[in-house]
Protein backbone atom coordinates (compact mmCIF):
# COMPACT_ATOMS: atom_id res chain seq x y z
CA UNK A 1 0.00 0.00 0.00
CA UNK A 2 1.29 3.32 -1.11
CA UNK A 3 2.90 5.89 1.34
CA UNK A 4 0.21 8.80 0.05
CA UNK A 5 -2.82 6.61 0.79
CA UNK A 6 -2.01 6.61 4.50
CA UNK A 7 -2.15 10.20 5.30
CA UNK A 8 -3.60 11.93 8.03
CA UNK A 9 -7.62 10.92 8.42
CA UNK A 10 -7.06 7.85 6.01
CA UNK A 11 -10.19 5.63 5.81
CA UNK A 12 -8.75 2.22 7.97
CA UNK A 13 -12.15 0.78 7.69
CA UNK A 14 -12.33 -3.62 6.41
CA UNK A 15 -14.88 -5.38 5.92
CA UNK A 16 -14.39 -8.63 8.63
CA UNK A 17 -16.52 -11.45 9.05
CA UNK A 18 -17.01 -13.03 12.50
CA UNK A 19 -18.21 -16.90 13.10
CA UNK A 20 -19.53 -17.91 16.36
CA UNK A 21 -21.28 -14.93 18.64
CA UNK A 22 -19.97 -16.95 21.81
CA UNK A 23 -17.98 -14.68 24.64
CA UNK A 24 -15.03 -14.04 22.59
CA UNK A 25 -17.10 -13.43 19.34
CA UNK A 26 -18.76 -10.89 20.95
CA UNK A 27 -15.77 -9.46 23.08
CA UNK A 28 -14.46 -8.92 19.40
CA UNK A 29 -17.31 -7.58 17.50
CA UNK A 30 -17.74 -4.62 20.63
CA UNK A 31 -13.84 -3.68 20.07
CA UNK A 32 -13.93 -4.00 16.19
CA UNK A 33 -17.43 -2.06 16.08
CA UNK A 34 -15.70 0.66 17.86
CA UNK A 35 -12.79 0.89 15.22
CA UNK A 36 -15.60 1.80 12.81
CA UNK A 37 -15.12 -1.73 10.55
CA UNK A 38 -17.82 -3.10 8.78
CA UNK A 39 -19.30 -6.04 10.29
CA UNK A 40 -21.22 -9.20 9.49
CA UNK A 41 -21.92 -11.74 12.49
CA UNK A 42 -22.65 -15.66 11.70
CA UNK A 43 -24.43 -17.87 14.33
CA UNK A 44 -26.56 -20.93 13.62
CA UNK A 45 -28.69 -20.20 16.54
CA UNK A 46 -30.77 -17.27 16.24
CA UNK A 47 -31.31 -16.52 19.91
CA UNK A 48 -27.35 -15.56 19.77
CA UNK A 49 -27.80 -13.15 17.22
CA UNK A 50 -31.12 -11.83 18.58
CA UNK A 51 -28.65 -11.03 21.87
CA UNK A 52 -26.15 -9.05 20.12
CA UNK A 53 -26.23 -5.60 21.38
CA UNK A 54 -28.19 -2.93 19.22
CA UNK A 55 -24.59 -0.80 19.53
CA UNK A 56 -23.01 -2.90 17.91
CA UNK A 57 -23.59 -2.55 14.19
CA UNK A 58 -23.41 -5.14 11.69
CA UNK A 59 -25.01 -7.52 9.44
CA UNK A 60 -26.96 -10.85 11.32
CA UNK A 61 -26.70 -13.89 9.28
CA UNK A 62 -27.89 -17.63 10.56
CA UNK A 63 -26.43 -20.30 9.56
CA UNK A 64 -23.54 -22.58 9.31
CA UNK A 65 -20.49 -20.46 9.38
CA UNK A 66 -18.76 -23.30 7.06
CA UNK A 67 -21.61 -23.50 4.43
CA UNK A 68 -20.59 -21.12 1.55
CA UNK A 69 -24.10 -19.87 0.88
CA UNK A 70 -23.73 -18.88 4.74
CA UNK A 71 -20.53 -16.90 3.90
CA UNK A 72 -21.66 -15.62 0.68
CA UNK A 73 -24.38 -14.12 2.53
CA UNK A 74 -22.06 -12.62 4.89
CA UNK A 75 -20.22 -11.08 1.93
CA UNK A 76 -17.42 -13.42 2.08
CA UNK A 77 -16.69 -11.87 -1.54
CA UNK A 78 -15.30 -9.01 -0.90
CA UNK A 79 -14.34 -9.84 3.42
CA UNK A 80 -10.69 -8.29 4.32
CA UNK A 81 -10.64 -10.71 7.04
CA UNK A 82 -12.67 -13.91 8.44
CA UNK A 83 -12.49 -14.99 11.90
CA UNK A 84 -13.83 -18.43 13.08
CA UNK A 85 -14.17 -18.37 17.08
CA UNK A 86 -17.17 -20.97 17.57
CA UNK A 87 -17.07 -23.85 20.19
CA UNK A 88 -15.70 -26.48 17.63
CA UNK A 89 -11.99 -26.75 16.44
CA UNK A 90 -12.72 -28.41 13.32
CA UNK A 91 -15.51 -26.57 12.25
CA UNK A 92 -13.62 -22.94 13.05
CA UNK A 93 -10.67 -24.55 10.47
CA UNK A 94 -13.32 -25.84 7.80
CA UNK A 95 -15.14 -22.24 7.96
CA UNK A 96 -11.07 -20.51 7.33
CA UNK A 97 -10.76 -23.15 4.30
CA UNK A 98 -13.65 -22.38 2.36
CA UNK A 99 -13.18 -18.51 3.24
CA UNK A 100 -9.78 -18.76 1.54
CA UNK A 101 -11.79 -20.97 -1.54
CA UNK A 102 -14.63 -18.42 -2.33
CA UNK A 103 -12.80 -15.26 -1.06
CA UNK A 104 -9.40 -13.73 -1.23
CA UNK A 105 -9.56 -13.06 2.63
CA UNK A 106 -6.79 -13.76 5.48
CA UNK A 107 -8.60 -16.13 7.72
CA UNK A 108 -8.25 -16.03 11.75
CA UNK A 109 -9.20 -19.31 13.75
CA UNK A 110 -9.55 -20.06 17.05
CA UNK A 111 -8.45 -23.55 17.52
CA UNK A 112 -8.10 -25.14 21.86
CA UNK A 113 -7.15 -28.88 21.35
CA UNK A 114 -4.08 -29.28 22.61
CA UNK A 115 -3.96 -32.68 20.28
CA UNK A 116 -3.29 -29.79 17.50
CA UNK A 117 -1.12 -27.99 19.22
CA UNK A 118 1.77 -29.31 18.40
CA UNK A 119 0.65 -28.86 14.70
CA UNK A 120 -0.77 -25.63 14.54
CA UNK A 121 2.64 -24.39 11.78
CA UNK A 122 1.75 -27.02 9.70
CA UNK A 123 -1.95 -26.86 9.99
CA UNK A 124 -1.54 -22.96 9.09
CA UNK A 125 1.19 -23.19 5.74
CA UNK A 126 -1.00 -26.17 4.65
CA UNK A 127 -4.71 -24.93 5.11
CA UNK A 128 -3.35 -21.38 4.24
CA UNK A 129 -4.94 -19.67 7.29
CA UNK A 130 -3.57 -16.39 8.67
CA UNK A 131 -3.41 -16.62 12.37
CA UNK A 132 -4.27 -19.48 15.02
CA UNK A 133 -5.19 -18.72 18.31
CA UNK A 134 -5.52 -20.66 21.04
CA UNK A 135 -6.83 -19.16 24.36
CA UNK A 136 -6.05 -21.67 27.20
CA UNK A 137 -2.62 -21.44 25.93
CA UNK A 138 -2.36 -17.83 25.58
CA UNK A 139 -4.06 -17.51 29.49
CA UNK A 140 -1.53 -20.13 30.60
CA UNK A 141 1.53 -18.63 29.43
CA UNK A 142 0.29 -15.33 31.21
CA UNK A 143 -0.16 -16.81 34.46
CA UNK A 144 2.88 -18.96 33.79
CA UNK A 145 4.69 -15.19 33.43
CA UNK A 146 2.62 -14.05 36.73
CA UNK A 147 4.31 -17.02 38.86
CA UNK A 148 7.61 -15.84 37.21
CA UNK A 149 7.75 -12.58 39.11
CA UNK A 150 5.16 -12.92 41.42
CA UNK A 151 5.27 -9.38 42.44
CA UNK A 152 3.21 -8.01 39.69
CA UNK A 153 -0.72 -7.68 38.96
CA UNK A 154 -0.09 -7.80 35.46
CA UNK A 155 3.12 -8.27 33.15
CA UNK A 156 2.40 -7.40 29.79
CA UNK A 157 5.88 -8.43 27.23
CA UNK A 158 7.74 -6.53 24.30
CA UNK A 159 10.00 -6.56 21.88
CA UNK A 160 9.85 -10.43 22.05
CA UNK A 161 10.28 -10.99 26.04
CA UNK A 162 13.36 -7.78 26.05
CA UNK A 163 10.90 -5.09 27.89
CA UNK A 164 7.77 -5.51 30.07
CA UNK A 165 5.10 -3.73 31.00
CA UNK A 166 4.54 -4.69 34.88
CA UNK A 167 1.24 -3.41 36.93
CA UNK A 168 1.70 -3.25 40.95
CA UNK A 169 -0.01 -1.77 43.21
CA UNK A 170 2.04 0.74 45.98
CA UNK A 171 2.09 -0.35 49.78
CA UNK A 172 3.10 2.07 52.44
CA UNK A 173 6.31 0.44 53.20
CA UNK A 174 7.55 0.90 50.01
CA UNK A 175 8.89 4.45 50.27
CA UNK A 176 6.61 5.73 47.00
CA UNK A 177 4.29 7.67 48.85
CA UNK A 178 4.42 11.01 47.55
CA UNK A 179 7.25 10.36 45.46
CA UNK A 180 7.60 12.33 41.65
CA UNK A 181 7.79 10.05 38.92
CA UNK A 182 10.85 11.83 38.07
CA UNK A 183 12.46 11.46 41.47
CA UNK A 184 11.78 7.89 41.37
CA UNK A 185 14.02 7.27 38.83
CA UNK A 186 17.06 9.13 40.98
CA UNK A 187 16.41 7.78 44.25
CA UNK A 188 16.63 4.57 42.98
CA UNK A 189 18.72 4.72 40.02
CA UNK A 190 17.08 2.48 38.11
CA UNK A 191 16.42 2.65 33.95
CA UNK A 192 12.64 1.64 34.25
CA UNK A 193 9.68 4.89 32.68
CA UNK A 194 6.32 5.02 34.75
CA UNK A 195 3.79 4.67 32.18
CA UNK A 196 -0.04 4.92 33.82
CA UNK A 197 -0.73 5.17 36.96
CA UNK A 198 -4.75 4.26 38.00
CA UNK A 199 -6.03 5.58 41.04
CA UNK A 200 -9.59 5.07 42.32
CA UNK A 201 -10.74 4.36 38.53
CA UNK A 202 -9.41 6.99 36.87
CA UNK A 203 -6.18 6.47 34.53
CA UNK A 204 -3.17 8.89 34.30
CA UNK A 205 -0.59 8.76 31.74
CA UNK A 206 1.67 10.85 34.03
CA UNK A 207 4.40 13.30 33.39
CA UNK A 208 7.66 14.15 35.92
CA UNK A 209 6.07 16.21 38.27
CA UNK A 210 3.10 13.35 38.71
CA UNK A 211 3.27 12.63 42.50
CA UNK A 212 2.54 8.55 43.52
CA UNK A 213 0.79 7.63 46.14
CA UNK A 214 -0.03 4.42 48.28
CA UNK A 215 -2.58 1.91 47.08
CA UNK A 216 -1.89 3.46 43.50
CA UNK A 217 -1.76 0.83 41.11
CA UNK A 218 1.26 1.73 38.76
CA UNK A 219 2.51 0.27 35.56
CA UNK A 220 6.62 0.59 34.40
CA UNK A 221 8.36 -0.34 31.49
CA UNK A 222 11.82 -1.95 31.68
CA UNK A 223 13.87 -4.83 31.06
CA UNK A 224 13.38 -7.75 32.95
CA UNK A 225 16.37 -7.28 34.65
CA UNK A 226 15.73 -3.52 35.67
CA UNK A 227 11.90 -4.49 37.26
CA UNK A 228 13.77 -7.17 38.82
CA UNK A 229 16.10 -4.62 40.17
CA UNK A 230 13.97 -1.59 41.01
CA UNK A 231 11.58 -4.24 42.76
CA UNK A 232 14.12 -5.78 44.57
CA UNK A 233 14.97 -2.19 46.14
CA UNK A 234 11.31 -1.55 47.06
CA UNK A 235 11.41 -4.88 48.84
CA UNK A 236 9.31 -6.69 46.57
CA UNK A 237 9.42 -10.44 46.32
CA UNK A 238 11.18 -11.09 42.46
CA UNK A 239 11.89 -14.91 42.98
CA UNK A 240 9.61 -17.33 41.02
CA UNK A 241 7.55 -19.19 43.03
CA UNK A 242 8.55 -23.18 43.83
CA UNK A 243 5.11 -24.73 43.70
CA UNK A 244 1.33 -24.18 43.02
CA UNK A 245 -2.00 -25.29 43.62
CA UNK A 246 -4.62 -25.40 40.87
CA UNK A 247 -8.44 -25.84 41.52
CA UNK A 248 -9.98 -26.92 37.83
CA UNK A 249 -8.65 -29.20 35.64
CA UNK A 250 -9.22 -28.27 32.11
CA UNK A 251 -7.39 -27.20 29.26
CA UNK A 252 -5.71 -24.20 31.11
CA UNK A 253 -4.56 -25.90 33.73
CA UNK A 254 -3.01 -28.65 31.06
CA UNK A 255 -1.20 -26.06 29.32
CA UNK A 256 -0.33 -24.60 33.00
CA UNK A 257 1.38 -27.33 34.48
CA UNK A 258 3.06 -28.32 31.56
CA UNK A 259 4.70 -24.86 31.58
CA UNK A 260 5.51 -24.51 35.22
CA UNK A 261 7.05 -28.40 35.29
CA UNK A 262 9.62 -26.85 33.04
CA UNK A 263 10.26 -23.75 35.26
CA UNK A 264 10.61 -26.73 38.10
CA UNK A 265 7.26 -25.59 39.95
CA UNK A 266 5.92 -28.28 42.15
CA UNK A 267 2.48 -28.82 40.92
CA UNK A 268 -0.55 -30.18 42.69
CA UNK A 269 -4.07 -29.84 40.25
CA UNK A 270 -7.59 -30.71 42.50
CA UNK A 271 -10.59 -31.55 39.96
CA UNK A 272 -13.94 -32.82 40.44
CA UNK A 273 -14.39 -35.23 37.83
CA UNK A 274 -12.47 -38.67 37.95
CA UNK A 275 -12.26 -38.65 34.48
CA UNK A 276 -11.18 -35.72 33.74
CA UNK A 277 -8.49 -36.19 36.64
CA UNK A 278 -7.63 -39.50 35.18
CA UNK A 279 -6.57 -38.03 31.78
CA UNK A 280 -5.19 -34.81 33.07
CA UNK A 281 -2.56 -37.39 34.81
CA UNK A 282 -2.05 -39.43 32.06
CA UNK A 283 -1.19 -36.32 29.82
CA UNK A 284 1.18 -35.11 32.93
CA UNK A 285 3.29 -38.35 32.45
CA UNK A 286 2.16 -38.61 36.09
CA UNK A 287 4.59 -35.83 36.87
CA UNK A 288 2.21 -33.11 38.26
CA UNK A 289 -0.09 -34.61 41.46
CA UNK A 290 -3.72 -34.58 40.14
CA UNK A 291 -6.25 -34.85 42.92
CA UNK A 292 -9.79 -35.87 42.51
CA UNK A 293 -12.05 -33.63 44.91
CA UNK A 294 -14.26 -30.79 45.24
CA UNK A 295 -11.88 -27.60 45.59
CA UNK A 296 -14.19 -25.55 47.14
CA UNK A 297 -13.92 -27.87 50.17
CA UNK A 298 -12.33 -25.95 52.50
CA UNK A 299 -10.82 -29.02 54.93
CA UNK A 300 -9.71 -30.27 51.15
CA UNK A 301 -7.70 -27.37 50.53
CA UNK A 302 -5.87 -26.79 53.76
CA UNK A 303 -5.34 -30.32 53.87
CA UNK A 304 -3.44 -30.29 50.70
CA UNK A 305 -1.57 -27.28 51.67
CA UNK A 306 -3.11 -24.30 50.53
CA UNK A 307 -1.63 -22.51 53.66
CA UNK A 308 2.03 -23.36 52.97
CA UNK A 309 1.60 -23.20 48.74
CA UNK A 310 3.29 -20.09 47.03
CA UNK A 311 0.99 -19.81 44.37
CA UNK A 312 -2.98 -20.45 44.36
CA UNK A 313 -4.78 -20.51 40.42
CA UNK A 314 -8.46 -20.63 40.26
CA UNK A 315 -9.28 -22.23 37.04
CA UNK A 316 -13.22 -23.79 37.79
CA UNK A 317 -15.57 -23.51 35.01
CA UNK A 318 -17.78 -20.93 37.83
CA UNK A 319 -16.45 -17.60 37.71
CA UNK A 320 -18.02 -16.94 41.30
CA UNK A 321 -16.49 -20.10 42.29
CA UNK A 322 -12.90 -18.52 41.31
CA UNK A 323 -13.86 -15.63 42.92
CA UNK A 324 -14.97 -17.56 46.23
CA UNK A 325 -11.71 -19.63 46.10
CA UNK A 326 -9.45 -16.52 45.77
CA UNK A 327 -11.54 -14.41 48.28
CA UNK A 328 -10.99 -17.36 50.85
CA UNK A 329 -7.17 -17.97 49.88
CA UNK A 330 -6.48 -14.43 50.86
CA UNK A 331 -7.90 -15.12 54.24
CA UNK A 332 -5.69 -18.06 54.78
CA UNK A 333 -2.30 -17.28 52.65
CA UNK A 334 0.33 -15.16 51.26
CA UNK A 335 0.28 -17.09 48.28
CA UNK A 336 0.49 -15.31 44.82
CA UNK A 337 -3.31 -15.56 43.76
CA UNK A 338 -4.18 -15.66 39.96
CA UNK A 339 -7.79 -15.86 39.16
CA UNK A 340 -9.81 -16.47 35.82
CA UNK A 341 -12.65 -15.09 35.15
CA UNK A 342 -14.67 -15.72 31.60
CA UNK A 343 -18.07 -14.56 31.87
CA UNK A 344 -18.64 -12.00 34.73
CA UNK A 345 -18.77 -8.41 33.49
CA UNK A 346 -18.81 -6.35 36.23
CA UNK A 347 -14.82 -5.07 36.14
CA UNK A 348 -15.35 -2.48 38.49
CA UNK A 349 -16.39 -4.87 41.55
CA UNK A 350 -13.93 -7.22 40.74
CA UNK A 351 -11.58 -4.32 40.93
CA UNK A 352 -12.32 -3.90 44.26
CA UNK A 353 -11.51 -7.40 45.63
CA UNK A 354 -8.23 -9.05 46.68
CA UNK A 355 -8.18 -11.56 44.12
CA UNK A 356 -4.58 -11.09 43.36
CA UNK A 357 -4.11 -11.02 39.44
CA UNK A 358 -7.26 -11.89 37.63
CA UNK A 359 -6.97 -13.22 34.06
CA UNK A 360 -9.95 -12.90 31.30
CA UNK A 361 -9.03 -15.48 28.02
CA UNK A 362 -11.62 -13.38 26.44
CA UNK A 363 -9.82 -9.87 26.33
CA UNK A 364 -6.29 -12.08 25.93
CA UNK A 365 -7.59 -13.80 22.63
CA UNK A 366 -9.51 -10.26 21.33
CA UNK A 367 -5.83 -8.39 21.88
CA UNK A 368 -4.11 -10.91 19.43
CA UNK A 369 -7.10 -10.92 16.37
CA UNK A 370 -7.24 -7.11 17.17
CA UNK A 371 -3.23 -6.78 16.76
CA UNK A 372 -3.50 -8.44 13.55
CA UNK A 373 -6.41 -6.57 12.36
CA UNK A 374 -4.11 -3.49 12.91
CA UNK A 375 -1.35 -4.69 11.14
CA UNK A 376 -2.47 -5.54 8.30
CA UNK A 377 -4.05 -1.77 7.83
CA UNK A 378 -0.55 -0.13 8.38
CA UNK A 379 1.42 1.44 5.98
CA UNK A 380 4.97 0.86 4.60
CA UNK A 381 5.74 3.54 7.32
CA UNK A 382 5.35 1.12 10.32
CA UNK A 383 3.92 -1.58 11.49
CA UNK A 384 2.06 -2.53 15.04
CA UNK A 385 4.02 -5.40 16.12
CA UNK A 386 2.34 -5.97 19.70
CA UNK A 387 -0.76 -4.67 20.92
CA UNK A 388 -2.36 -4.82 24.90
CA UNK A 389 -5.49 -3.01 25.80
CA UNK A 390 -4.75 -2.34 28.87
CA UNK A 391 -6.37 -1.16 32.44
CA UNK A 392 -9.65 -2.58 32.03
CA UNK A 393 -9.73 -1.59 28.39
CA UNK A 394 -9.14 2.19 29.13
CA UNK A 395 -5.80 1.98 27.29
CA UNK A 396 -3.61 0.70 25.02
CA UNK A 397 0.33 -0.12 24.60
CA UNK A 398 1.58 -0.73 20.99
CA UNK A 399 5.38 -1.45 19.79
CA UNK A 400 5.30 0.19 16.61
CA UNK A 401 8.29 -1.55 14.12
CA UNK A 402 9.30 1.64 11.91
CA UNK A 403 10.21 0.52 8.38
CA UNK A 404 10.79 4.14 6.86
CA UNK A 405 11.87 7.90 7.24
CA UNK A 406 8.55 9.69 8.20
CA UNK A 407 8.13 12.99 9.99
CA UNK A 408 8.42 11.04 13.87
CA UNK A 409 11.59 10.38 12.67
CA UNK A 410 15.48 11.24 13.22
CA UNK A 411 13.73 14.68 15.30
CA UNK A 412 14.70 14.88 19.03
CA UNK A 413 11.60 13.83 20.82
CA UNK A 414 11.04 16.61 22.83
CA UNK A 415 10.52 18.41 19.41
CA UNK A 416 7.84 15.95 18.25
CA UNK A 417 4.42 17.37 18.89
CA UNK A 418 2.75 14.37 20.90
CA UNK A 419 -1.07 13.51 21.23
CA UNK A 420 -2.29 14.56 24.27
CA UNK A 421 -2.30 11.49 27.04
CA UNK A 422 0.02 9.45 25.03
CA UNK A 423 3.70 8.20 26.11
CA UNK A 424 6.76 7.26 24.36
CA UNK A 425 7.56 4.65 26.73
CA UNK A 426 10.70 2.43 24.92
CA UNK A 427 12.93 2.27 22.07
CA UNK A 428 14.14 -0.92 20.76
CA UNK A 429 17.22 -0.21 18.64
CA UNK A 430 18.79 -3.65 17.16
CA UNK A 431 18.18 -5.76 20.94
CA UNK A 432 19.27 -2.65 22.62
CA UNK A 433 16.24 -1.45 25.07
CA UNK A 434 16.50 2.22 25.49
CA UNK A 435 13.98 4.25 28.21
CA UNK A 436 14.11 7.47 26.07
CA UNK A 437 15.02 11.06 26.88
CA UNK A 438 13.98 14.34 25.08
CA UNK A 439 16.92 14.11 23.01
CA UNK A 440 16.50 10.47 22.19
CA UNK A 441 15.64 10.02 18.25
CA UNK A 442 13.51 7.71 16.48
CA UNK A 443 15.53 5.67 14.20
CA UNK A 444 14.49 3.05 10.90
CA UNK A 445 14.65 -0.33 11.69
CA UNK A 446 13.76 1.06 15.84
CA UNK A 447 10.50 -0.39 17.33
CA UNK A 448 8.80 2.17 19.65
CA UNK A 449 6.82 1.66 22.85
CA UNK A 450 3.71 3.61 23.05
CA UNK A 451 1.65 3.75 25.86
CA UNK A 452 -1.58 5.79 25.27
CA UNK A 453 -5.60 6.27 26.36
CA UNK A 454 -6.34 7.81 23.05
CA UNK A 455 -7.65 4.20 20.46
CA UNK A 456 -7.12 3.47 17.18
CA UNK A 457 -3.48 3.79 16.65
CA UNK A 458 -2.78 2.15 13.54
CA UNK A 459 0.50 4.04 12.02
CA UNK A 460 3.29 5.70 14.18
CA UNK A 461 2.54 8.53 12.65
CA UNK A 462 -0.60 8.75 14.32
CA UNK A 463 0.90 10.07 17.75
CA UNK A 464 1.40 13.36 16.14
CA UNK A 465 -1.17 16.08 16.86
Keep these: ?????????????????????????????????????????????????????????????????????TQMDAGVEKADILIAVTESDELNLLCCVIAKKTGNCHTIARVRNPVYSKEIDFIRERLGISMIINPELTAATEIARLLRFPSAIHIDTFAKGRVELLKFQIRQEFGLDSITVANLREKFRCDLLVA???????????????????????????????????????????????????????????????????????????????????????????????????????????QEGLRQTESFVTLTNMDEENIMLSLYAQAQTQAKLVTKINRIAFDEIIDKLDLGSVIYPKYL??????????????????????????????????????HEESEVTSRPLMDLKLKSNLLIGCINRRGKIRIPGGQDTIQVGDTVIVVTTQKKLHDVRDILL
Design 365 to 402: TADYILQYVRAMKNSIGSNVETLYQILDNRAEALEFAI
Design 1 to 69: MGQDSHSKGRDVSMNIIIIGCGKVGMTLAEQLAMEEHSLALVDNSAEKLDEIPENIEALRVLGNGSSIN
Design 196 to 302: AVERKGVVYIPNGDFMLHAEDRVSVIASPQNAAQFFKKIGLKTNQVKNCLIVGGGKIAYYLAKQLMDMRIEVRIIEKDKQRADKLSEDLQGKAIVLVGDGTDKKLLI
